[in-house]
């Protein structure tokens, strides 16, 4: 079992950075990817970025390339989600979840773990 926890969420401006958390226990060597999810009211999940524990390629949504980067911390098992110039349009609950495998990375169906989701806010 694994267990995700997030934080780092909040209300901010246009324009503005946050940084998002997850801090990963339990048997995280039995995954292979951690990712980062956002959903938004009234649409589905939507797949933000991910990447590998051991150090693979990262991959994003084409909404945020450019804005998000994903990174890790192998040493703290945390994983981040860096959000610089923020718009409107990314206000959603923002999800980290941990595959198995890297099969299927972008549906959100493809994910064994998944920590309990964090508000962020952007106001124009």
């Known amino acids: 079992q694994v267990q995700l926890v997030e934080s780092g969420g909040g209300l901010v401006q246009a324009g503005d950075s946050l940084r998002l958390s997850c801090a990963a226990s339990g048997r995280t060597f039995s995954t292979y990817v951690m990712a980062w999810f956002r959903q938004a009211p009234g649409k589905e999940r939507e797949f933000v970025a991910v990447?590998?524990?051991?150090?693979?390629?990262?991959y994003y949504a084409d909404s945020v390339k450019g804005r998000y980067t994903i990174s890790r911390d192998n040493a703290k098992n945390t994983v981040y989600l860096q959000m610089n110039s923020l718009k409107p349009e990314d206000t959603a609950v923002y999800y980290c979840?941990?595959?198995?495998?890297?099969?299927?990375?972008?549906?959100?169906?493809?994910?064994?773990?998944w920590g309990q989701g964090t508000q962020v806010t952007v106001s124009s």
């Open positions: 979840a941990t595959a198995r495998s890297s099969s299927r990375y972008r549906s959100a169906l493809q994910y064994d773990y």
């Open positions: 990447i590998s524990w051991s150090g693979g390629p990262t």
